[in-house]
């Protein structure tokens, strides 16, 4: 993607600026852009739309990756607004926020938020006027500030408290206990109970106690459902990399764009050369090369020509091909792969998070202790329901799970903030949590260890002018290893020389003509003599007239770091899973030290690989990028992929690393370990807090005091404890408590920003 | 006594101003795009 090039003007008419006017088809259309990265984007996206006849506005949103514009429906349509973004180098979709459920969850955030403001505005009043209580305030002025308090919080306990009403309400409605019955219980008890003392005047109030319960489990709320939106951008960021048109022949030559559902058998389509092949068929026409990687991990490409099948998903990499459309939806090799990944992701939908298997057992003891309490009190007081009612709202709100609330959202705002910042987008909440728990790890090989693009690793001597014209020739191809030589020869600076009547033999490599003299590059087959091919590589031979002059050996390369980043993970007992031909698996396996490896692999077999290690009882982290991986990637209790992975397999995997180092893996589940080990160190602190503060509660000892300071300190401790993991990833690893988990921690050097 | 008449109204005042200005903050979407504020400050031009 050409980022940040200078903005090109879209449209060739001079710009004239379209004034507003809702009554001729105002339109509002959202569309996701993955590319914005920098604010020259925001530069170049923002003018160069407003220059395109018919938009009124367009606004970036940088943080969810979007542009909103408005435009007039007469002028231009979305899609035109789309192509116009397109045509200034950014990769655009039009997406339905309605549809894609979105637009409700940021109003619910908006909520939230609204909701913390008025509960942290009544909070701290309450607060100012209770101090005075506390510091002996006589009567009157004690009345006084009764009354204030009362005014002030009963409205906002009923704004702040609505999103733990409604949760209580429902919950209750299906005959279940969560942690919001408690809250709810506790806030109107403890509001009524409050309101009864004011007007009555004996007995404390306990307005700041239930006004500071509400903002403290609020900024746990709104914590949580940053991480989840952020997840949430991050899936819609992804998807919006589908591909979604083809260019169908109609029977008078003529060509169209289609969406690649629309498609039926029969139907001829184009692949030009570079294009993703968008269905399952047969070549019509056309002999090319197709790149097959990202759909059964084979490493290097296969010769096709008019008969053979191609699957979707696949790369064209030399001459335009026509294929007639075979099978679609469900009968393709991809709905197979779908079917494959659905069956398997089952069993992950059983997982349960931290914090809700706390609340199961927590609720109810809540409730538990405070009727007991209440009875306890009725019983030895005689009847006075007034005390025994004020201790059980008492224990009531002390229990509350005030820091309970806090201690997971805060750890994992502050986990994903720092994965985010190292490249590292975590597109489920619950992700961190069964990262955590892998105790095993499986690797795909093609474009998950290697990086999918063969690069030269040997060359004989040649002179100035045979290179030149070996750069002239292989510039003029897209195949992955003609590719290489010419990206080798840039870095050496070598200026192609003109080499005409280029001809690209599928299979077997180029040929043309420079200074009347035949040249090829190919295959040793092709171009000359016959040599040995390196076991995992593939050799390129330059020839003229026959003559052999320059050969090269290539290879895909293993990402620089991946016999590192897998070395860290040996406690994992790493294994490679791949369906690549055994002697590039072997090969691979070797270079980075992993003992454990299966080749020539099925998207099924490796289902069966992952099924097989969790039926042992290990929790599997697999890392793959192929269409192939995809069901394995769902079936594994947590999945990784790097961002240049098939579409399918980014939607199947909890995490997306970017960049070009594996270190991502064992940096994400450092964060994960550290960011568990704080939940549970958070846990418990604040059942410590409990066991010290339910019994004074019980026992009737819990003043409106040491209600609002046992659960300020608790919750502040809890949050500081949380942000500890933003420091321990600052300073590096402990190497003590790296040593026990068998990782240590070395922030991957790939940054978003890059 | 006198005083507190006095300074409890001004302390709810000011409290309320701050509460209002950040309703106000939110409902004119500036918390939409926290990450992309940070980066117009570079764009000279607008």
Not at chain 1, 557 to 585: C, K
Request: glycine share 10%.
């Amino acid at each position: 993607m050409s980022c940040c090039a200078a903005g090109t003007i879209v449209g060739e008419s001079a710009p004239t600026p379209t004034p507003a006017r809702p009554e001729t088809g105002m339109r509002h259309s959202d569309f996701v852009v993955p590319g914005i990265h920098c604010a020259g984007c925001i530069r170049t996206i923002e003018q160069g739309l407003a220059r395109v006849p018919g938009v009124v506005s367009a606004r970036v949103n940088f943080s969810t990756r979007r542009v909103a514009v408005d435009h007039d429906a007469a002028v231009i349509d979305a899609e035109g607004v789309g192509a116009a973004l397109v045509a200034l180098g950014y990769e655009a979709r039009g997406f339905d926020p309605a549809q894609a459920g979105d637009m409700g969850e940021d109003v619910r955030g908006r909520d939230l938020l609204r909701a913390l403001a008025v509960a942290g505005f009544a909070a701290g009043n309450v607060m100012l006027l209770s101090v005075s209580v506390w510091s002996g305030a006589d009567e009157a002025t004690r009345a006084l500030f009764h009354w204030i308090s009362a005014m002030i919080a009963l409205p906002a306990l009923v704004f702040a408290g609505r999103p733990f009403f409604r949760s209580a309400v429902t919950a209750l409605r299906h005959g279940r206990l969560n942690m919001d019955v408690p809250i709810a219980l506790a806030v109107i008890l403890a509001g009524a109970m409050s309101l009864h003392a004011t007007i009555t005047d004996r007995g404390d109030a306990y307005f700041d106690a239930a006004m500071s319960l509400l903002f403290f489990l609020l900024i746990g709320r709104v914590l949580d459902h940053m991480m989840r939106a952020r997840a949430r951008s991050a899936v819609t960021q992804l998807m919006s990399l589908w591909a979604t048109d083809a260019t169908v022949l109609e029977a008078d030559g003529s060509s169209r764009r289609v969406k690649v559902q629309d498609l039926v058998p029969g139907m001829a389509v184009r692949v030009a050369a570079g294009e993703r092949v968008p269905a399952d068929g047969r070549v019509a026409s056309g002999q090319s090369e197709i790149d097959a990687q990202l759909v059964t991990g084979e490493s290097t490409p296969g010769a096709v020509a008019a008969g053979d099948v191609v699957h979707a998903g696949t790369v064209n990499l030399l001459a335009p091909l026509v294929l007639t459309v075979t099978a679609v939806g469900n009968d393709t090799f991809l709905a197979e792969v779908i079917r494959l990944m659905e069956a398997a992701e089952s069993g992950r939908a059983r997982f349960v998070r931290i914090a809700d298997r706390a609340a199961r057992i927590y609720a109810p003891a809540v409730h538990l202790i405070a009727l007991l309490a209440f009875a306890g009190w009725m019983f030895t007081t005689g009847g006075d329901w007034h005390a025994a009612l004020t201790v059980a709202v008492a224990t009531l709100i002390i229990t509350c799970p005030c820091a309970l609330g806090l201690a997971v959202p805060a750890v994992h705002v502050v986990a994903s903030g720092i994965l985010f910042r190292s490249g590292i987008l975590l597109k489920d909440g619950t992700a961190l949590e069964r990262l955590a728990e892998a105790d095993r790890v499986a690797f795909d090989k093609t474009g998950t260890l290697t990086r999918g693009q063969p690069v030269v690793t040997w060359m004989s001597a040649a002179g100035d002018e045979e290179l030149s014209a070996i750069a002239g020739l292989a510039r003029q191809s897209r195949h992955p290893l003609a590719v290489a030589v010419a990206k080798l020869l840039d870095e050496r600076d070598v200026v192609a020389a003109p080499v005409e009547h280029v001809s690209e033999l599928p299979g077997r490599g180029l040929e043309g003509w420079w200074r009347g003299r035949c040249v090829r590059l190919g295959k040793p087959g092709f171009a000359g003599e016959e040599v040995d091919i390196p076991a995992a590589g593939s050799a390129l031979v330059f020839a003229v007239d026959g003559q052999v002059a320059v050969r090269f050996a290539l290879e895909d390369r293993v990402r620089p770091d991946a016999a590192e980043a897998v070395g860290r993970l040996a406690a994992l007992e790493p294994v490679i899973l791949s369906g690549d031909r055994a002697e590039a698996v072997g090969a691979t396996a070797q270079r980075i030290g992993v003992a454990h490896w299966q080749s020539g692999l099925s998207p099924a077999d490796k289902v069966a690989a992952i099924s097989g290690a969790s039926a042992g009882g290990h929790r599997v982290l697999m890392v793959g990028d192929g269409i192939n991986d995809a069901p394995a990637l769902a079936a594994a209790h947590v999945s990784m992929a790097p961002a240049s992975a098939s579409d399918v397999g980014r939607t199947a995997a909890d995490l997306v690393f970017l960049g070009e180092r594996l270190d991502a893996v064992p940096f994400a589940l450092d964060v994960a370990r550290r960011a568990r080990r704080l939940v549970l160190q958070n846990f418990a602190l604040a059942i410590g807090y409990n066991i010290v503060a339910v019994p004074l509660a019980v026992m009737g000892e819990a003043s409106p005091l040491v209600a609002a300071i046992a659960m300020s300190t608790s919750s502040i401790l809890v949050t500081f404890n949380a942000l500890r993991l933003r420091w321990m990833m600052r300073r590096g690893a402990g190497a003590d408590e790296a040593a026990d988990d068998g990782v240590t921690a070395v922030p991957p050097h790939a940054r978003l920003a890059a | 006594m006198n005083g507190l008449l006095f300074l409890i109204p001004v302390a709810l005042f000011l409290g309320a101003v701050g509460l209002g200005a950040f309703i106000w903050a939110l409902k004119s979407g500036q918390f939409d795009d926290p990450e992309g504020a940070a980066r117009r400050i570079l764009l000279d031009d607008e």
